[in-house]
């Protein structure tokens, strides 16, 4: 079988699939000039991953994959598992169940770049053991984490759990869930930065930013909701993110979130929905076999507040489109523009303004194996 | 056909196999708080692995794996090899015939971590051309090597040879073995430093170490036995390395060694042993089949001594046990035990004492393909 | 099929195949010892890469390949493609087109090094688009290109050319090719710096060197032809390569160029040739198949000027010998001595002469798949 790249199986439940993925992004952004942030012209490969999946009789598993994206290695999914019937056990690093946007696959988001909130708090793989368990429209996920590979010297340790309901309404699919998050970060030293760049990931700059805050621990709740209805879908999300700070510091509440809507102009079309994320975009009508692929536009409104408790990291109102090409499954293109207006931006712009306004545009090719 | 992924064979004697391994070590260890180490909780990717091996008709082959762990890549086996009846001869970066439990793969070792010496003195893979004769009970092996393929810049220069007599004695496997390790360091600022951490690797703390020594040349001598019977094991070995220091310095020999034993508590499963290494565990009856996979319970007596002319590294004697659950030929759950007892500490405890014990337990979640 | 490796394929025009190489390459140099330069015994792992490619129904592909040669990684190859008849499109990194003698795989190029000029001017994969026209005996290819994947932070971009005529005269395959290329820097601070080796890799001494010249642009021309006939070769190439410097500095052209002939002294073997790139030696007789593989010479004199407009950077007059044996179609051993003759050299030598030479050999193993 094919997935991309061969689906190799053998006699009492082997199996062995390489996968991987390359997404070149250009573009560029503008900011204000007297701000005398850098923007412009940008370019990158946002992601080049390589890995491989496999099954072994008796039920384990494995997934490892590495991103190689910006000259370094880190690994994405690397983790053991085990499967009987409605529950999977995994321990490695993986998803510690943070939302809907950050769990949906880079290969299948609707936006060049994930909702504001999912980068500025820090999301991200973890070392940890989970079980999940999926029966009928029930998916119930919950597990113990560290840190992230790459930071196994930290004493973070954390607990994190997900709820998601998915019923269909007549052809309708709908998505309901909620997250629950808590890291003790375990040392006298630590702190947290939460930052975010103005939509387009070439950039280095970042308009909202806390700075650093000594941190003994984060508590985080998120609710999602979306629902895929034939060639619409709509999604929205909130997050909120509780810093406990030592001593007689105050513990800020930050807040994000977005909603979303998309339609595909290509008949037949349909948003790929499993397992509580979404799922690939398979193309009615590919190229190849006499389509044209599909074609979809989305917009969002993105929503995020790092100001609380006397922090001011800011605040980012933002409005973006994305149009996106897809000429067969494992193939994409897509156009992508946000506004991002600020309040309370980290750098004054001329007469010390920090409510401003930073456009991006990114464009994007990917494959995926 | 399968060995852990699927190994592709061609006509003409091709063939090629995709490799990897993922470890994931937790755990803790416990030192006196006089000494004002870190201690405690402690987790870490230990391997994670992803290579290739292939045959080429007309006698040679390859094999490539690279290691991920810890955020960084490092070469482990990296070579092109031929082989004619009993002759294969290797050039690239290989195991330079160290020692039995230092060439036995990690992913079939019966302890967490190999014995101590094997750390301390440096082993690794290094750059360089070897012959391999086997044939009967005899295994000999000698080559030339430079450095680990990442410091080749070194003008590191040196011999090793290894040979190992494996007799059957009724059902029972001998193993006999002897290796020689010359090393010219063929520089003037050149220095070795030998130290060992307390079982565990997750921790970076080391009690033993004899700190920079400025080094002309290493001579290393190993001596190796074992044998298996059935669910039973034993296994001791022990390694002199010899440091030619620069002018008038004093030539320090250090030791190390270890014993062990281990035993099978599920029926039918034996320790696996090829080529003068020992290999795979194949559970007799492994999940998904029935059976609940083997279980095996180690001992092992652990010493380093990096005391001589001289130079006080330390004496480390450890006292280790092992339980390993193997519930299928490629998936592997250990728990882990050590006592090191420290004579001439690097560290002092309370009151200048340097003889104290540091306590160690690790857990591992292991699959391999 | 094989390809070295297992080339992969399914129904409607699925294709995978794994890639990868190993190349160790020891030897020594040897400069006038008055100079002060690290001389003598050295070795590598010259290219240490794996990788993927593949084809997906509707004319798409792709290719990944990674180097971890060094203890880093570097990305080679990494882009999708799209075909349609004599048309190629490729966004990603590729190489830009440069000359005959970079484009040339490293794994089927008549020297352990490619000619002085080609690492000199900095040629490199680069991040882009292209366009590759391919018809009988035309190769037309043009990008748009911004900076090696490693390097995007830059705001380099750039374009480049080739044409390539390919015709047969009788049984010889005749090359006629010319490029051009333009590279904007695009920032205040930008400088470029040429430079290289004494003929081998392993030794990090460069004898002819700009140092860094602030640049605004650079600008350069390739001339390639070469002829292939039967057992017999020859390829020459020249390069020029101009900096447009800021405001009054002076804007020098640098040069390098070589000049080749090769011979397989093994009867029935030629040296391949395709798409404007030589390609892979099958030895007609190789080894597993009752014969010894190819076995070929080559001579080269190689030239690098990089003195101009008041810029001293050395020149480097090559005179260049190689001995290839390939036992089979993916296995090479090679033998290479240089002696580099200098004018200008960076370093002085006794009495501050800068004119001298200095040797070089290199011996190479190598396996690809």
Do not use: C
Not at 43 to 56: C, K, S, Y
Not at 142 to 154: C, K
Not at 210 to 225: D, F, H, K, P, R
């Amino acid at each position: 079988a094919w997935k991309g790249a061969p689906l190799i199986e053998g006699e009492g439940g082997w199996s062995f699939k390489p996968r991987g993925r390359l997404m070149y992004d250009v573009g560029f952004s503008s900011a204000p000039s007297s701000t005398g942030r850098a923007d412009g012209f940008g370019n990158e490969a946002r992601r080049a991953r390589l890995g491989v999946e496999g099954d072994i009789p008796g039920g384990f598993g494995y997934k490892f994959e590495l991103d190689f994206a910006g000259g370094e290695v880190d690994a994405t999914d690397a983790y053991l598992s085990y499967g009987d019937g409605p529950i999977e056990v995994i321990v490695g690093q993986h998803n510690n169940f943070q939302s809907l946007d950050e769990l949906t696959s880079s290969l299948h988001s609707s936006f060049i770049e994930r909702a504001a909130f999912t980068d500025a708090f820090g999301f991200e793989r973890r070392v940890g053991a989970s079980v999940t368990y999926k029966q009928g429209i029930v998916l119930a996920q919950a597990g113990l984490f560290t840190d992230n590979i790459n930071d196994t010297s930290s004493k973070n340790r954390g607990a994190d759990a997900r709820l998601v309901l998915m019923p269909k309404m007549g052809d309708a699919q709908l998505h309901l869930g909620g997250s629950v998050h808590y890291n003790d970060l375990d040392d006298p030293a630590a702190s947290v930065r939460y930052r975010q760049r103005p939509f387009v990931h070439f950039t280095s700059e970042r308009f909202v930013n806390t700075g650093n805050l000594a941190a003994a621990s984060e508590t985080g709740y998120g609710l999602e909701g979306a629902v895929i209805a034939g060639p619409f879908h709509a999604a929205a999300e909130g997050f909120w993110q509780q810093v406990s700070r030592p001593g007689a510091l105050s513990d800020p509440t930050f807040f994000g979130g977005y909603a979303e809507v998309g339609y595909f102009l290509t008949s037949g079309d349909s948003r790929g929905y499993k397992s509580g994320k979404f799922d690939r975009v398979k193309p009615a009508n590919p190229v190849g076999k006499g389509g044209f692929g599909s074609v979809q536009v989305n917009l969002r409104y993105d929503y995020l507040d790092l100001n609380d408790a006397g922090i001011t990291g800011g605040i980012q109102n933002a409005y973006q489109a994305s149009l996106i090409w897809k000429p067969t499954d494992y193939v994409l293109f897509s156009l992508n523009y946000g506004k991002q207006a600020y309040d309370d931006a980290v750098y004054a712009a001329a007469g010390g303004d920090t409510s401003y306004s930073v456009d991006a545009f990114g464009a994007r090719a990917q494959v995926d194996f």
